[in-house]
């Protein structure tokens, strides 16, 4: 399977890093992911022949990880925090506006792959609450109005 | 390793530093529940069945994962830790079924006992069970997800202990679930291990599972029918309308040779013992066809014309093939029937390793055969040839854990990418058939190098290997049939130059190593001892004719020209097996011993239907040389033991029978103390029982009677009677006996069996078929890595 140059510098930068091949393994996954969008079987059986792995452990390893996916994603995944902090400040209606604005629920995926939802346990952002997360990207302090403002924002991006 | 002193429940302790706080409590008769340890597996710490109090720890801590320190003191029961494995027990039954009416492991599941021990009779827990469906991954293993409790055995036995890898843990937490390595279905060894390890009904077996409730099977344990390397086995049995029906194969009893292991055939192959295509009547060919007939008329035919033949054509007009599989007594007895009461040497059977060309290495050399113990302890082992992972599944088995938890090193020559190179120190690929010249290499003779060089492995690299090899000590070196004859002994030189070097040769099928040891040779009696040099056999056997008689081959050319005017043929399938044109056996009177309609057996004039290995009593002798018990188990109404067939022939042909078997009383004289070496065999015998304290046998059909001649007159049986009878092996040694002898090389005809063949008896197994079959279906397996 053929990655980026800049993947497999990376990659072969990363074997350095630690005395076993299978170290590396989780951050392969989530580099091979940003690439390629999701773990493909391909992608698993290229990541396990280079690491010496089974394909099982590979698959072990990726269902243990939420943010590991087997299954395609929208080129945007929203990623609604619920968690404690959250949830004390609106989190839930949050998601929920979500659900209905995009008309999909948790690990769903809009019919044109611009957007997935997730339901997510705490991102760290407590202090800034309710957080969401866009793909790598923080929102923090939302409101219903903000999220719509950066779904917009989101959409607009992409059919630029 | 100094011995650290601790107390448990008040008492005092003293165990090895690094022994784990549960191993230690085990070995004063203190038990603490445990579900996912399990010995020599990895450390898991995942059930916390095993907590115990520490003094000076906070919290409770888990007894498997604690290794034991100077002064500790530990409390294994007290309030506190009852209540905290109640808890544990309790959130184990959260989502299990608890369907133990209906669960193949009820009466004797590890979960079951501990609700016994611990359950409450009510549960916090108030969530719906998670359901799935049982799901079948092979012919030989099926899952039943909602019994899992999640310890990980199974995962790790098969990937630590099998070097399989395909047993995997997805998703985390309460989601966790056991998955197999094909997403639906599993390719890999179907060992079973992954079952017999379940401490609960997860994981259970096709041939097995719905069949029978523990409690209403008979255990017996016996030895494994079919590869060399002799696994204990326990086989449970239960009443049939035919006699006892072997319906489990386990190794619930670990004290054998095999520890925890059972490979498929041991395990589950046993069902070819009820086949439906099992002979259990006598057959004479009448008017051309095989026509049931009863024992009475089959034994008088036989006597009667094997009787004329003899008288008229001489002993040499008769052949006999024994065979690979049947007892150490029935091996003895056949040749000493042919010998004696056919007046004929012509006795062979398949020979598939070349142990007389071992024996006669190693005269002189004592104690320098390994026993399967001493491989999983050797320091370091050099394989040569063979593929034990597929034709020693034990014996793989042994190599791979030496290397993992003694750190062995290995090293490993062979002409194919063996599976066992991932475990070897040094793995070197040979061209096929320059096994002779690296053993020609070793022993020290320079020029053989040159065949071996290639472009990976320069000279230089070849002769460092060498030396390495010849700094080892305690090495191991085991070969396979691809070494005979002359290489045997160049093997053998280079050996001695090692100190405390032992040595296994690979033979195939069950006994063949004791076939071989109890002289089914034309030209070697029991113990390797020559025809024509006899020594004592010479006093003994008086009335035996006095050249050595044919090989298979030559007894077929014999055949072929008329010469040869009877066939015996006890155990074996020539014609199947070894592709012998059935036209040799069409002028010639045939009897033919068997389990089934053979090849061999649907041309003979006379077959009788014998009992498998698992339907008697006697001796194995596994390729290592160690002597084990072999306990009759099932049983099948009509058919007979070899044993028993044998003496009923001598018996028809007139032959005194106390003489071929030395049973019962008043066939002595004065116990032979006044006639000292003028005695005759008979006083001979008594005094020698009397000397081990053993009585004589009262049955001319006990093989017990025969093992006391073996034990007398075959050097290297000279074992403990006391460990044998009580199941517990016995390393026989090869050094002392007989000369031995060297053999054309062509004689040996390897069986080729993997793990999923087991020569005429793998054809005749359900489950064996089953998952040849099933492999058929799937693209062939890419092997997987080592952890
Ligand atoms: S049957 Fe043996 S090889 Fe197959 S999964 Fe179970 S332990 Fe592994
Ligand atoms: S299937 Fe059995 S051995 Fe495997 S994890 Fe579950 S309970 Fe343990
Ligand atoms: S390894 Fe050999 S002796 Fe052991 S169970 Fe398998 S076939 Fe039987
Ligand atoms: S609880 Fe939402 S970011 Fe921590
Ligand atoms: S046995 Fe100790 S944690 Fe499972």
Known sequence: MKFSDQFEQRFAEMLTHYPTKRSVLVPTLLFVQDEVGYLSDEVIEEIAQRLDLTELEVRNVISYYSMLTTRPRGKYNVQVCTNIACLLRGGEELLEHCETKLGIGHKGTTADGLFSLEEVECIGACSWAPAAQVNYDFHENLTVHKMDKVLDEYKKRATQ | MADVNITIDGKKVAAPAGTLLIEACKNVGIEVPSFCYYPNLSLQGACRMCLVKVEKMPKLQTACTTVISEGMIVTTNSDEIHQARKSMVELLLGNHPLDCPVCDAGGECELQDMAFSY???????????????EQQWSPVVYFDRPRCILCYRCVRVCGEGMDVWALGVQNRGVSSIIAPNREDHLQCEECGMCIDICPVGALTSGAYRYKTRPWEMKHVGTTCTHCADGCKTTLAVRRADTGMEIVRGDNRDKSGINGDFLCIKGRYAFDFAHHAERLAQPLIRKEGRLTPSTWEEAFELIGRRFTEIRDRDGGQAIGVVGS?????????????????????????????????????ALSGKPDST??????????AILLIGSDPTEQHPLLAWQIRNNVRLHRARLYVFNSQAIKLRRQATAFMQISAGMEGKLAAFLSGEESSVEALVSQAISRDAWIALRDKLRSEQGLVIIFGSELRGSDI???????????????????????????????????LLPGYHRVTDAGKFHDHWVAMPQAAGLTLPAMVDSATAG??????????????????????????????????????????????????????SGTFTNTCGDLQLVKKAGELTGTKSDFEIIVR????????????????????????QSRGAQSGEADRHAVWLEAHGLEPKMSPFDPMAILDEIQRLVLGYEVSRMDLLAGNDQHTTLSGGGGGALHDPNLIVPAHDDLFSSGTLG?????????????????????????
Not at chain 2, 119 to 133: D, L
Not at chain 2, 498 to 518: H, P, T
């Open chain 2, 119 to 133: 359950g409450a009779a009510e549960s916090k827990y108030m969530e719906p069970k998670n359901h799935k469906e």
């Open chain 2, 324 to 360: 690979n599989r049947t007892t150490n007594e029935e091996s003895y007895l056949l040749q000493k029937f042919s010998r004696l009461v056919l007046q004929t040497h012509n006795i062979d059977h398949h020979r598939t390793a070349d142990f007389p060309a071992f024996a006669a």
């Open chain 2, 370 to 379: 390994a026993s399967m113990r001493d491989v999983f302890n050797a320091p």
């Open chain 2, 489 to 523: 002994s160049s093997l053998v030189k280079f050996g001695s130059g090692i100190k405390e070097a032992k040595f296994v040769c690979l033979g195939d099928y069950s006994n063949s190593r004791g076939a071989a040891d109890m002289g089914l040779y034309p030209d």
């Open chain 2, 563 to 616: 010469k040869l005017k009877g066939w015996y043929v006890v155990g074996a399938n020539p014609i199947g097996r070894l592709a012998i044109d059935p036209f040799a056996f069409s002028r010639s009177f045939v009897v033919a011993q068997d389990m089934f309609l053979t090849e061999t057996a649907v041309i003979a004039d006379v077959v009788l239907p014998a009992a498998n290995a698992y339907e008697k």
């Open chain 2, 649 to 672: 022939i001598a018996d028809a042909m007139g032959y005194d029978i106390g003489k071929l078997v030395p049973f019962g009383r008043g066939i002595t004289a004065d116990m032979g």
């Open chain 2, 763 to 787: 054809r005749y197994s359900r489950i064996l078929n089953s998952v040849i079959e099933n492999r058929h279906k799937q693209p062939e397996e890419t092997e997987v890595a080592a952890d």
